[in-house]
């Protein structure tokens, strides 16, 4: 077999070669600043902003900052302002996700030095965020009853990356055919690690226990 004259480049490969690099020096720089930067990711409408709110009422000892991403919009960026929690809202311009170098940015332009703790609520999304490191220390995603037991195996590499899982909306489980056991047992296949932590953001149920191991956590 001859070989090409035409140079190939993978440029996948070197895309997220070098957003690897750039998350590294970013977790170096967040060290550094005693700063712990945790990425929240889930589907559209799972409850994200709803879950921050309600852990935000937990978090009184904390200097949080919460960095709200949305390909457009400001409406979760105002919801969380207005329980007093210093917050940037960044709109990635059609992107699906944050990139490292994204992240710095909206770091730079929220301003940490008075915090201890910064969550990314990343573009809702189980495809893209999963693949781009953003520089977190942890990743954390949401999987709401809605959606359904199954969606750990459609979406194996999110649930294989994160740190912990939150089951939200368990509130609204007698109306949805959701096997929490089942869906457990998936995620504990693809990531033993995983914390899981089924809670209801709307009634606060489970709540506690989601907080305390984030508390621990970020120590």
């Known amino acids: 077999m001859t070989s090409s004259p035409v140079k190939v480049i993978e440029i996948k490969e070197s895309v997220y070669a070098n957003n690897d690099k750039r998350a590294d020096e970013l977790r170096q720089r967040l060290n550094q600043k005693g700063l712990t930067l945790l990425n929240l990711m889930s589907s559209p409408g799972s409850g994200k902003t709803t879950t921050l709110i309600q ?56 301003g940490t030095d008075e915090l201890d703790l910064v969550i990314l609520e990343n573009v ?70 995983a914390k899981v932590f089924p809670i209801s953001a709307k009634t606060g149920e489970g709540v506690d226990s989601w907080v305390q191991w984030l508390q621990q956590a970020t120590a």
């Open 124 to 193: 809702g999304n189980l495809v893209c965020p999963a693949e781009f490191d953003t520089g977190a220390h942890l990743n954390v995603m949401i999987l709401s009853v809605p959606e359904g037991d199954d969606k750990p195996l459609k979406y194996p590499l999110m649930f294989s990356l994160v740190d912990a899982v939150i089951i939200n909306k368990i509130d609204a489980q007698p109306m949805f055919d959701f096997d929490i056991d089942a869906a457990t047992a998936r995620i504990t296949k693809l990531n033993p690690k």
């Open 55 to 110: 852990t935000l009422k937990r978090l009184t000892e904390r200097h949080v900052g919460i960095m709200e991403a949305d390909i457009q919009s400001d409406v979760d960026a105002i919801a969380i302002a207005e329980t007093g929690t210093k917050v940037i809202q960044l709109h990635t311009g059609g992107m699906c996700h944050l990139d490292a170098d994204m992240t710095q940015q909206g770091l730079d332009a929220l």
